[in-house]
């Protein structure tokens, strides 16, 4: 079924020093948006490493970058980056 007339792709990202993105969303024409998982409650900045990197790299046409994790609290961390917890995907 689809829900738009646009196309999406779906890939992974990862640099030349490692960093990665679990889940990178492109959408015609050129709007992309990175998940990265965690399975842990705890956020450390070292954990928008992947996120950051594909920012860098995508420039404008990065539209969000957000990082899954297993605790509670929504968190924004910069431009177009935050933290979810993954439960938020079903509520």
């Not at 490692?18 to 954990?47: H, L, N």
Request: no cysteine.
């Amino acid at each position: 079924m689809a829900l738009s007339g646009e196309r999406t792709s779906l890939t992974h990202y990862r640099d030349k020093d490692q960093a990665k993105v679990d889940f990178v969303f492109e959408r015609t024409p050129g709007r992309i948006v990175g998940i990265e998982v965690k399975a842990s409650a705890t956020i450390r900045p070292q954990d928008f490493r992947g996120l950051i990197s594909l920012k860098e790299a995508a420039g404008e046409a990065f539209a969000m970058g957000i990082l899954l994790h297993d605790g509670a609290r929504v968190m924004p961390y910069g431009d177009r980056l935050a933290a979810a917890p993954i439960l938020s995907l079903w509520l």
